[in-house]
């Protein structure tokens, strides 16, 4: 039987296991923030942002970031359909209403055209989710933003590594956040970060961040305003300090399985990952999308990943065909998307002889679905 294939796993070495280790044995007391510390100068220093204030999530950093703008009941934030449910559940979470747009068929992230046309009264911000570390159009975004007086924020969760004209994903907007969960590039196994350039929105969240504790209040235990517990533990800092170390070196890990998939995918009608003039991916997640022109079966080419003991992952469904939104068939791109793509596997560790097994399946899968296609 073949080797297990996962769709993603962390590239963990003895360094991780010794700062967690230091952390375990002496992180207490004086030091019980000392590793939290590091890794937020640390991540500062890689995105060259003012601040940054490690979570337990992207979903709670997402959540304080959009309080600290206001965001509350009433209110709408647009975002693209096609999307994880963790970018749009903060909008929630405050009583705001998520409103849902078509993305560009290119990048699969938001469409800035489709975006400025569902502007309202009641729109507070536009979030920017850079999907599978592809980036967004940031620059015709923030124009949006600066001539309707709205911020735009980065849900950059799977785009660390990504540099849009020589900034880095998340740098950009008001705020943005990040996911180390253990299936992106690096992990602190769960946890997250918010970063920003302002300072007022840095002193609103760090507040927020610590049960409503503002940084100069002097009386012990008292809260200034109902806050939030999204805190990170000084272990999972401890972890993240050493993937900060290895940080370009596990980015060009990804980059690096991306390009054999590319290379061995040629040919092919399908589009992966783009990486647009002056801009870098981090690929987090190789993806390919097939011709909307062939009648791909997505489930066929999932159970012959299964047999072969090979991970799959499907692509995101429109989060406004899930049983708690509002259909939005008219976002014609998000809905067409989603059955003609798939996740490929891409750990950090994943060789070549690993890659070519999944090549050949998709090339059979994608080629016969083609011969179907061409017979009809």
């Given at each position: 039987?073949?080797?297990?294939?996962?769709?993603?796993?962390?590239?963990?070495?003895?360094?991780?296991?010794?700062?967690?280790?230091?952390?375990?044995?002496?992180?207490?007391?004086?030091?019980?923030?000392?590793?939290?510390?590091?890794?937020?100068?640390?991540?500062?220093?890689?995105?060259?942002?003012?601040?940054?204030?490690?979570?337990?999530?992207?979903?709670?950093a997402?959540?304080?970031?959009?309080?600290?703008?206001?965001?509350?009941?009433?209110?709408?934030?647009i975002?693209?359909?096609?999307?994880?449910?963790?970018?749009?559940?903060?909008?929630?979470?405050?009583?705001?209403?998520?409103?849902?747009?078509?993305?560009?068929?290119d990048?699969?992230?938001i469409?800035?055209?489709?975006?400025?046309?569902?502007?309202?009264?009641?729109?507070?911000?536009?979030?920017?989710?850079?999907?599978?570390g592809?980036?967004?159009?940031?620059?015709a975004?923030?124009?949006?933003?600066?001539?309707?007086?709205?911020?735009?924020?980065?849900?950059?969760?799977?785009?660390?590594?990504?540099?849009?004209?020589?900034?880095?994903?998340?740098s950009?907007?008001?705020?943005?956040?990040?996911?180390?969960?253990?299936?992106?590039?690096?992990?602190?196994?769960e946890?997250?970060?918010?970063?920003?350039?302002?300072?007022?929105?840095?002193?609103?969240?760090?507040?927020?961040?610590n049960?409503?504790?503002?940084?100069?209040?002097?009386?012990?235990?008292?809260p200034d305003?109902?806050?939030?517990?999204?805190?990170?533990?000084?272990?999972?800092a401890?972890?993240?300090?050493?993937?900060?170390?290895?940080?370009?070196?596990?980015?060009?890990?990804?980059?690096?399985?991306?390009?054999?998939?590319?290379?061995?995918?040629?040919?092919?009608?399908?589009?992966?990952?783009?990486?647009?003039?002056?801009?870098?991916?981090?690929?987090?997640?190789p993806?390919?999308?097939?011709?909307?022109?062939?009648?791909?079966?997505?489930?066929?080419?999932l159970?012959?990943?299964?047999?072969d003991?090979?991970?799959?992952?499907?692509?995101?469904?429109p989060?406004?065909?899930l049983?708690?939104?509002?259909?939005?068939?008219?976002?014609?791109?998000?809905?067409?998307?989603?059955?003609?793509?798939?996740?490929?596997?891409?750990?950090?560790?994943?060789?070549?002889?690993?890659m070519?097994?999944?090549?050949?399946l998709?090339?059979?899968?994608?080629?016969?679905?083609?011969?179907?296609?061409?017979?009809?």
């Open positions: 039987m073949s080797s297990r294939i996962h769709y993603t796993k962390p590239s963990i070495t003895e360094l991780e296991v010794s700062y967690a280790t230091d952390a375990a044995r002496n992180g207490w007391g004086e030091r019980c923030y000392e590793y939290i510390g590091r890794f937020e100068q640390l991540f500062c220093d890689h995105l060259n942002v003012k601040y940054a204030i490690a979570t337990s999530s992207c979903t709670g997402m959540h304080m970031g959009l309080a600290a703008l206001g965001i509350g009941p009433g209110d709408e934030v975002l693209a359909d096609t999307n994880w449910i963790a970018s749009a559940a903060p909008v929630t979470y405050l009583g705001a209403k998520p409103v849902f747009v078509d993305v560009l068929p990048t699969w992230c469409d800035p055209e489709k975006a400025e046309a569902a502007i309202t009264p009641d729109t507070k911000a536009i979030i920017a989710v850079h999907l599978y592809n980036l967004c159009d940031m620059d975004l923030l124009a949006i933003g600066e001539r309707h007086g709205i911020p735009v924020v980065e849900d950059a969760a799977e785009a660390i590594g990504s540099v849009w004209h020589g900034k880095r994903a998340g950009m907007g008001a705020f943005g956040v990040f996911s180390f969960h253990g299936t992106k590039t690096m992990t602190t196994g946890g997250g970060m918010f970063v920003t350039q302002d300072d007022t929105l840095y002193d609103k969240v760090l507040t927020l961040s049960h409503g504790r503002a940084k100069g209040q002097t009386k012990q235990f008292w305003m109902l806050g939030y517990k999204y805190k990170m533990s000084n272990i999972q401890a972890i993240g300090c050493a993937q900060m170390e290895r940080i370009d070196d596990l980015i060009a890990a990804k980059r690096r399985v991306f390009e054999y998939y590319y290379s061995g995918l040629s040919g092919l009608p399908v589009l992966m990952n783009p990486e647009p003039d002056a801009c870098r991916n981090g690929f987090w997640m993806t390919f999308v097939v011709n909307k022109e062939i009648s791909f079966n997505r489930a066929a080419l159970d012959s990943f299964k047999s003991q090979i991970d799959g992952r499907v692509f995101f469904w989060l406004s065909m049983p708690m939104f509002d259909a939005k068939p008219e976002n014609e791109v998000s809905y067409a998307l989603y059955d003609h793509a798939i996740n490929l596997p891409s750990y950090h560790e994943l060789t070549e002889v690993e070519d097994r999944v090549i050949e998709v090339k059979a899968s994608v080629s016969m679905s083609k011969e179907t296609s061409d017979a009809d």
